[in-house]
């Protein structure tokens, strides 16, 4: 019997979503599902680029999205439970079709949400989702306000579990402790795009010229018009320095050698890079949505509130930051690297009690 009908016959776990490449939040996460669970057969949804607007996006989506029904159709009846990974927007549409083709096959179904653009109203498409599913589908939330706003938007029969991300962070970290170049270096990293906050970034490199010694790292691609443009201008700027596209473990090195990471976005859910840059023992700034308040302490983890000015905030925090001293900044990054351990060990824990 060849090997990879044996396999196929000992599936456990069915998992449908987008895995790498590309690489962003959601992809990285459902590969380290993945990573942790044996017996898995995958069904890849990834589209063909980050930048939504692209014509390979739109058509690798769309032939991935309908391999993937034919894949769960045709899996191995020794599947006992699917894992989906659900698309916001037109796309939800698809998500709807798996939890269907999952309750006709007697699948217990888990609805793993990596994103909070649904969750703030209520949406028809996952209505019908939770509807079809019934009792053998299960949510799971990266956190408990999210799984609260959920509650409150969609009536679901099965309280949703909640299982964090920060397992997904595998790479190993770089870790340095000794900073005396007599600065301040504030980063930020992400696919750069006006909903992930390049603008506040661009403000917030503006109104710190009167901060002596400050400079400022950008990382990651553009992925709208406004990010191009945005790039191109603090390109200009000799205290600003624009390394592109990282790998992972360019990555942690690019974390590492920040003083304070800023999280400028306005549209996440939990981002891996703030775990990452905790990992790596580094303070971060960030805006106060999604899950993004239970990922730390305050004294690791500055919030800034959505309606204020980011900018303005962050400067406050990060001058008050750097005037504590050495003995301070050496317990925020203690505390950084302690938030990140911790939460590790727990969501890992809560992903292989749910699935194992």
């Known amino acids: 019997m060849p090997a990879e009908v044996d396999r196929a016959r000992q599936t456990k776990t069915i998992l449908i979503g987008p895995f790498p490449p590309p690489a962003h939040g959601m992809a990285r996460v459902l590969e ?60 939800m549409l698809f998500s709807l079709l798996y939890v269907a083709l999952a309750r006709s096959r007697g699948l217990d179904i888990f609805v793993q949400h990596h ?5 703030d109203g209520s949406s028809l498409m996952m209505r019908m989702m939770c509807r079809i599913g019934g009792r053998k589908l299960r949510h799971v939330m990266l956190c408990a ?52 906050g390049i603008e506040d970034f661009a403000a917030l490199v503006s109104i710190a010229r009167d901060q002596p010694g400050w400079s400022f790292r950008l990382g990651g691609p553009s992925v709208d018009a406004i990010a191009d443009r945005t790039v191109r201008r603090l390109a200009a700027d000799e205290r600003v320095e624009i390394v592109g596209e990282l790998d992972r473990h360019e990555v942690a090195e690019f974390l590492a050698d920040l003083d304070v990471f800023v999280m400028p976005s306005r549209q996440e859910a939990m981002p891996l890079v703030i775990w990452e840059s905790l990992r790596e ?19 690791a983890v500055a919030l800034v509130d959505a309606d204020e000015q980011f900018a303005d905030a962050a400067r406050s925090v990060i001058a008050a930051w750097s005037e504590e001293g050495g003995e301070a900044n050496d317990h925020r990054r203690c505390s950084a690297r302690a938030i990140f351990t911790e939460a590790a060990a727990r969501d890992r824990a809560a992903l292989l009690a749910a699935l194992r």
């Open 32 to 91: 380290a599902v993945r990573n942790e669970l044996s017996d898995v057969e995958c069904l890849d949804t990834a589209a063909g680029s980050i930048r939504p607007g692209s014509r390979s996006f739109a058509w690798t989506k769309l032939r991935n999205c309908l391999g993937a029904i034919v894949g769960l159709a045709t899996a191995s009846r020794s599947a006992q439970r699917v894992v989906i990974a659900p698309d916001s927007g037109e796309g």
């Open 115 to 119: 994103t909070s653009s649904y969750l």
């Open 145 to 196: 306000s999210a799984s609260e706003t959920f509650r409150r938007h969609h009536r679901v029969d099965v309280a949703p579990l909640i299982i964090g991300n920060a397992y997904a962070v595998d790479s190993p970290p770089v870790r340095r402790t000794t900073f005396d170049r007599g600065g301040v270096v504030i980063g930020y990293l992400g696919n750069l795009s006006a909903a992930k």
């Open 281 to 299: 023992g580094t303070p971060v700034v960030a805006r106060s949505i999604g899950c993004i308040p239970t990922m730390g302490r305050p004294d």
